[in-house]
């Protein structure tokens, strides 16, 4: 280990292990350092000098930590495509450090960012050691609107801030000033779904004020014309960042929204084993969240980027995929609610695949629910654009496989067509009253009806025996 311990200051680090096979990640590896030296040479850099080799490693181990689903390297590379020199490097640098995914920092950052954070009752501080803040860290806290002593925060810019620490630090001794404080600056606009200031400036606006600072603080010669080129290549970052929001095809949406709910719920990680409870709470928390975003403040527009046209179709398709969004995952609570509530009759932590069967393996039967439930002879039919998305997404699934959910939703697909979406909406007002307390486990259960529950309940049932079955079989074979 090249770190000195003592140098840590009792910071938040961990060990962070790399899961990525090793032949991905030399591949990652290779177009990572590509794209740091074509970046570089572009800017006026030495593309040879070793340090990008050392680099390119750093930012794909950082990428590929165990629970890391959606922040991962092809994501960065997704970010930057067909951005400018700034814009690509801002990519690959953005999202090295996610404190909330990776459970800590990447011990291998330790050294960027030790001498200038300190751990203070698990929250992160800017505390720079004596003498280690320079013109560049004082610039990078200018651009975040951050300052000495603040305690950071992972919903208002930590992650980014830090990423942009060690992008400036990693690249310091090869590109010139200018450039480092472009690059910082297109990571402060991924900061995510910021409303205006009280002042009514968005944060676009507002990084435009900061950039006319420092520029004029370490004497850059940047103008406020230039300054507004610069924060229109951060809007493209930022964009292209959060680009699955407008995306065509609302299933693309969700399996990105699907892709990010492991990163924070690492109990989904094993399929076979996570609980009723578990997957409620990480429906929950992302329906919460997509309940009170605010399309407004999703994708961004400043100056001349992006034009008016794609700006506001963009802003269409994201209000349509909330929408979509929403709508699915209230369905998918209730219909996790009622299996939660069933479940509580066996006990409190219940594997979700004790009740619905195993996913279906290569070459394996398996008993499962979605076989098991009563067809409904007169299926609700959608009333508008948002139902039918929402209905076929049920029934045919998201577009892509995750390890930790099948892509279709049979259970939330039978009670759609029994009970219609208005009357699951209801539905689901009761079923947060019973996620506030377990003990109205039966009100939701006579609230959701017999049709309802005694079709799930003899799937599991079925499922059940033929466990009991399999294992009895064992039992009265001759040995």
Avoid at 344 to 368: C, D, Q, Y
């Amino acid at each position: 280990m090249d770190e000195n311990p003592s140098k840590l200051r009792n910071k938040m680090v961990y060990f962070i292990v790399s899961v990525a096979p090793p032949m991905d990640q030399a591949q990652y590896q290779a177009k990572c350092l590509q794209q740091l030296q074509q970046s570089v040479a572009q800017l006026g850099g030495d593309p040879d000098s070793p340090v990008l080799t050392e680099t390119a490693e750093l930012i794909i181990r950082s990428m590929t930590g165990p629970w890391r689903s959606f922040h991962t390297p092809q994501h960065i590379f997704d970010v930057g495509r067909g951005g400018s020199a700034v814009e690509v490097l801002a990519a690959l640098f953005h999202d090295m450090v996610y404190v909330q995914v990776d459970q800590g920092i990447h011990v291998n950052l330790s050294r960027y960012i030790a001498p200038y954070v300190r751990e203070d009752e698990m929250a992160l501080v800017i505390d720079p050691e004596p003498g280690s803040a320079d013109e560049l860290f004082e610039a990078l806290m200018t651009l975040f609107g951050f300052s000495h002593g603040q305690k950071l925060s992972p919903f208002a810019g930590q992650n980014e801030f830090l990423s942009a620490l060690v992008g400036v630090k990693a690249l310091s001794s090869i590109l010139p000033t200018s450039a480092l404080v472009q690059i910082a600056a297109c990571i402060e606009a991924t900061i995510p779904f910021r409303a205006a200031s009280p002042e009514g400036l968005t944060c676009s606006e507002q990084l435009h004020q900061r950039l006319l600072t420092v520029s004029q603080r370490l004497s850059l010669g940047l103008d406020a014309q230039e300054c507004t080129r610069i924060v229109e290549k951060c809007v493209r970052v930022a964009n292209r960042d959060i680009d699955n929001f407008g995306s065509e095809n609302p299933a693309d949406f969700l399996n990105n929204t699907w892709n990010l709910i492991p990163e924070t719920n690492h109990g989904l990680l094993n399929a076979s084993t996570y609980t009723v409870n578990g997957y409620r709470v990480a429906l929950q928390k992302m329906e919460g969240f997509l309940s009170f975003l605010n399309p407004e403040v999703v994708f961004r527009r400043f100056g001349d980027e992006p034009s008016e046209d794609v700006h506001q179709q963009r802003l269409q398709l994201t209000r349509r995929n909330l929408e979509v969004a929403r709508l699915y995952l209230r369905v998918k609570l209730l219909s996790i609610g009622v299996l939660e509530a069933l479940s509580l009759r066996i006990g409190h932590n219940v594997s979700l695949t004790s009740l619905m069967g195993e996913r279906p393996m290569p070459g394996e039967l398996s008993v499962r629910i979605e076989d098991l439930l009563p067809t409904v002879d007169k299926p609700y039919q959608p009333q508008n654009d948002i139902e039918k998305h929402v209905m076929h997404l049920l029934e045919s699934g998201r577009t892509e496989d995750t390890p930790h959910d099948t892509r279709h939703s049979p259970v939330g697909t039978f009670m759609a067509r029994l009970k219609g979406f208005d009357e699951c909406l209801r539905l689901v007002g009761i079923a947060r009253t019973f996620f506030n307390d377990p003990t109205k486990a039966g009100e939701l259960l006579d609230a959701a009806g017999p049709t309802i529950v005694d079709g799930i309940v003899q799937g599991i049932v079925t499922v059940m025996r033929s466990r009991t079955d399999a294992i009895s079989a064992v039992a009265d074979a001759p040995h």
